[in-house]
């Protein structure tokens, strides 16, 4: 068995691990960063954010296609959907991206082992790959090993009618029916895009709205555009349990709340997409061994400094819970390198955008307008329709709006949200007010390009004080 020696082992090559190998090896660490797939770039680039947005851009395209190309006065004849090239650029797209992170981390002179890590002390990593066993030492360990979508144990993945969002991704033909169990982004986006292709789609969810963490008036705004789609939603409902016959799945579940409390019924479909959430993945890592602590969901505890109570020992991203998001795993594995190189990281939990990309893509930064009420605060909020945006009026996507919300007491934006066409670009408006500690003021006072979606944006600033120009 070989041994090295490094500043930093990086274990898990996804964008909280990868992006902290980078930045290590820029401080002037020795860095290797171990991998237990053979493509680099870990949930969001493989199974994740990337492929899921591919399915969702080509899907759209697909349903306009469909449905809205003649309001532009382009006619489509023959229209036809060819799933597995639409899949096969998928797959283009995320092999070219694997390659741009293998290129980075050449560049950057980054070690890529491949192989399983298994922690042997809080400087030592044992690495299991085809080829044999290595042994791995290094000053400090970050662990970023991500996570796994959770399975339901009446409802065990099948990788056929019982699937996870690994699964819903490569799908080889459209389902005809598809139930999706949880209405969180993941559940949405995916049912988005077999609900385009042509499934009818059933999403049931336990609570009493979809998307629970985000702004109400948004989400309900969204559920009804969803429901306008063609998806179908029993909120307040569990799917309890589930058996194929004849090649169909019968899934029973029961009203949990409101007027049908009680009540019970059976979806017949082809497939049950299981999206209720995503656990920390430390299989076979040896953590508790070496007396890293674990929380009672199993996500690694570790301090504002990324650090675990064993010294020497770090860990960020989805592993330590929080925001399951590639940007705040990418920004605590920053924060995290440029602690243990003695400089200041930082990571602002305020302001990480969060996105869900349905049509319209529903984006927030910030406080939703239940959480700035919370505590009794005085707050003002802004809202601008998209209806009454040029840009959004010619693009034909006038669905949605804009609402900013301020501290009443000296002006200080708080959260904005955002239901529109390209809302997940729009928010880093709103990201970068927040981390500035921009006032509404500020927004509604900035020039914004003519004719453009963001000037919905200046124009619910300017409501907040009453003042919009073109509502
Ligand atoms: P991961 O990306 O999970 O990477 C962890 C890596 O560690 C993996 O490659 C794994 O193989 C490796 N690993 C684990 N254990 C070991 C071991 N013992 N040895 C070696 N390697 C190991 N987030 C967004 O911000 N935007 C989106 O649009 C978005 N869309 C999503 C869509 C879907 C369908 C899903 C499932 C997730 C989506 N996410 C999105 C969430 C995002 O993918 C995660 O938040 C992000 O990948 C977390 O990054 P991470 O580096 O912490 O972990």
Redesign the pocket.
């Known amino acids: 068995m070989s041994e090295s020696a490094f500043d930093l082992i990086v ?8 992006v902290a190998a980078i930045r290590a090896a820029q401080l002037g660490m020795r860095v290797a960063c ?4 053979p493509a ?10 990337i ?3 591919a399915l969702l851009d080509s899907s759209e395209l697909y349903h306009q296609a469909k449905t809205t190309f003649s309001r532009h006065g382009i006619k489509m004849a023959g229209l036809e959907l060819d799933l597995p090239a639409m899949m096969s650029r998928k797959d283009d797209v995320v092999r070219t991206l694997n390659r741009g992170v293998a290129g980075l981390f050449k560049k950057n002179k980054i070690e890529h082992v491949r ?4 922690l042997k002390s809080a400087s030592s990593v044992e ?1 299991t790959a085809a080829e044999g066993t290595r042994s791995l030492t290094a000053r400090n360990l970050l662990i ?6 959770i399975e339901l144990p009446t409802m065990p993945f099948d990788g056929k009618q019982f699937i996870s ?2 699964d ?2 490569g799908l080889p033909q459209v389902p005809k029916k598809l139930v999706i169990i949880g209405a969180g ?2 559940g949405l ?2 049912g988005s895009v077999w609900s385009r292709l042509g499934s009818e789609v059933v999403v049931i969810e336990f609570m009493d709205r979809i998307l629970p963490l985000m702004d109400k008036e948004m989400t309900s705004l969204l559920q009804r555009m969803l429901e306008k789609q063609g998806l179908k939603f029993r909120l307040q409902t569990a799917a309890e349990s589930a058996k194929v016959e004849r090649g169909k799945v019968r899934l029973h579940w029961q009203a949990s709340g409101g007027g049908s409390a009680g009540e019970t019924g059976t979806e017949e479909c082809d497939m049950v997409l299981v999206a209720v959430g ?1 656990r920390p ?5 040896g953590l508790v061994e070496i007396g890293v602590g674990l929380d009672r969901k199993g996500f690694i505890i570790a301090d504002k400094e990324f650090r675990t109570v064993v010294p020497g020992v770090w860990a ?4 330590i819970g929080g925001m ?6 990418e920004e605590e ?1 920053i924060a995290a390198v440029e602690i243990m190189a003695g400089h200041a990281g930082h990571v602002n939990y305020h302001a990480i955008p969060n ?1 869900v ?1 349905t049509f319209p893509e529903l984006a927030s930064v910030g406080e939703t307008e239940e959480e700035a009420r919370a505590d009794g605060a005085e707050i003002k909020v802004g809202k601008f329709p998209m209806a009454a945006n040029g840009r959004a009026r010619a693009m034909d996507a006038a669905e949605g709006m804009v609402k900013v919300i301020g501290e009443a007491k000296n002006d200080r934006l708080v959260g904005m949200h955002i239901l529109a066409a390209r809302a997940s670009d729009l928010i880093a408006e709103g990201a970068v007010a927040i981390e500035f500690a921009a006032s509404v003021e500020d927004l509604a006072r900035s020039v914004h390009a003519h004719p453009t979606l963001p000037e919905a944006i200046k124009e619910a600033a300017l409501a907040a004080d009453k003042r919009a120009i073109h509502a």
Do not use: F, Q
Request: aromatic share 6%; hydrophobic share 35%.
């Open positions: 274990i898990g090559a996804g964008p909280g691990g990868y171990i991998e237990k797939e680099l770039g870990g949930t969001c680039l493989n199974w994740g954010c492929p899921s947005k192989g399983t890590a298994h690495v970023a090993t991500g996570s796994a979508p969002s690994n819903a991704i982004a993941i986006e995916l995503r993945y430390t299989d076979g890592l960020i991203g989805d592993v399951m998001l590639a940007h705040k795993a594995g996105v990309y």
